[in-house]
């Protein structure tokens, strides 16, 4: 392992609830939940003053509602966030060849590799100007872990929130990790923190007194060594620049909508098994599981996650399938279905296995952070083509002739509630209108400002 903490991972700060808050002043220093809103959505992001009220990512929105009533309920705009995302993967990229993003807001960088630092002094730097760059570009914070292993740097950023940096200086890992709770391992959820608890250990550093022997009988072999290794703080996977974007997909169009919801998952099944035996007849396996939904109105709909390492297993594709189908409202009937998977790698055991032993406990309980659905969708052309009804989502950028930019505060019973503002003005007024007011129109998200 390095001697250097110059592993660095960046995390933004609640980044859609905070990206929503930089281009609506109105709900700035307020409670702001970002995510599905239909009957089965679940919170993707939300705000800290959210978080007050005991609300968190992948809590079902009908319990968010009950404990933050007042909260600003908004449906994610992901081609905004994306590219507020992309402006900070080109930042990362200026410090390192070797970016490895997890998600839209979340990624290491191997900091020597570029150069940008070598020692614990020129990280620190490293880092704080990364966060300096990004507030000025973005407007938005970021949180900064500095470490000699991605598992580490990830603790450090997680410890680091919101808003800030913090090192782990080599040769204090173990001192560190010894009191913490064995979940803060990776791939250590509740159904192996139960294992563990029921052979009398709680901390990392039970691990590490237990021994290998005794980690290997509780957890069985694969696991048992990895995790006596990650309680020891070995952690020596690099990080690795995403190579390749090709993906393998499969999709089947219906003749006719398909309604029944329970009709839609075993096809998004049928999919995920045909989409596996591809995968694998091509001796590939990928990181991001894709979900393609067409409704009957022609929107189309792409939901993503990607997974801590490639797979090629047919149960973490079907469940990462089946949660994202979680988040699509198919209740007007579905004509295309499609899934895929893509950032191809090679085949690595130790990935698969953190990534299955990862997923299958994000399964039992959802609530675990480190293991959070990063949820993509994309508007395709034919969205826009979209002829028919106009539907208002609640935080979607409009325009009207007379009152200019603002967005969707609400809307029903006929009627649309529009808040002006832009992310320099002021916090605006609320006008309501009719749905069908020929004044209003759908509009672009506009660019957030440095922050003042
Ligand atoms: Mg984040």
Redesign the pocket.
């Known amino acids: 392992m390095r001697t250097a903490p110059t592993i660095l991972h960046l995390?933004?700060?609640?980044?859609f609830a905070s990206a929503e808050q930089a281009a609506k002043p109105s709900l700035r220093g307020k409670a702001v939940i970002v995510g599905g809103l239909g009957p089965r959505g679940v919170v993707a992001?939300c705000s800290y003053e959210a978080r007050v009220f005991g609300v968190h990512s992948a809590m079902p929105m009908a319990q968010a509602r009950r404990l933050a009533p007042n909260a600003a309920y908004l449906v994610p705009r992901f081609g905004f966030y994306r590219e507020i995302s992309e402006q900070v993967m080109g930042l990362l990229r200026e410090l390192s060849p070797l970016v490895e993003p997890l998600?839209l807001?979340?990624a290491f960088v191997d900091l020597e590799a570029g150069g940008a630092a070598w020692d614990e002094a020129s990280a620190r730097l490293a880092g704080a100007k990364l966060r300096a760059d990004i507030r000025v570009v973005t407007g938005l914070t970021?949180?900064v872990g500095l470490a000699a292993s991605k598992m580490l740097a990830k603790i450090a950023s997680e410890q680091a929130?919101p808003d800030g940096l913090v090192v782990i200086e080599p040769g204090t890992e173990r001192e560190l990790l010894a009191p913490m709770s064995v979940r803060i391992l990776p791939g250590v959820g509740p159904a192996t923190g139960d294992h563990l608890r029921r052979g009398g250990i709680t901390t990392v550093g039970e691990i590490a007194e237990a021994g290998e022997d005794e980690v290997v009988r509780l957890l069985g072999k694969a696991h048992g060594i990895a995790l006596y290794a990650m309680a020891l703080a070995h952690d020596e996977r690099p990080v690795v620049a995403e190579r390749d974007t090709k993906s393998v997909s499969v999709e089947d169009t219906y003749d006719v909508d398909i309604h029944d919801r329970v009709r839609v998952r075993m096809e998004v099944q049928r999919l995920a098994d045909r989409c596996v035996r591809r995968l694998r007849g091509a001796h590939l396996s990928g990181r991001t599981i894709v979900l393609k939904v067409r409704r009957y109105d022609f929107s189309t709909l792409t939901r993503s996650e990607t997974l801590r390492g490639p797979t090629d297993d047919l149960s973490v594709v079907r469940e990462a399938a089946a949660r994202l189908l979680e988040s699509v409202d198919t209740t007007g009937g579905v004509r295309l279905l499609g899934v895929g998977v893509s950032g191809l790698a090679d085949y690595t055991q130790e990935d698969l296995f953190a990534q299955v032993q990862a997923q299958a406990e994000a399964r039992a309980h959802a609530d675990e952070p480190e293991h959070?659905t990063q949820d993509e969708a994309k508007e395709s052309a034919e969205e826009q083509e979209a002829p028919a009804v106009r539907r208002w989502s609640a935080g979607h950028d409009v325009w009207h002739a007379e009152f200019g930019h603002g967005w969707v505060q609400g809307s029903g019973i006929g009627r649309v509630t529009v808040r002006f503002e832009t992310p320099d003005s002021e916090p605006g007024r609320v006008r309501t209108f009719r749905v069908d007011d020929p004044e209003l129109e759908p509009a672009d998200p506009l660019p957030l400002r440095s922050a003042g």
Do not use: L, N, P
């Open positions: 995390d933004m700060d609640a980044f992001t998600s807001d979340e970021g949180s929130k959070r």
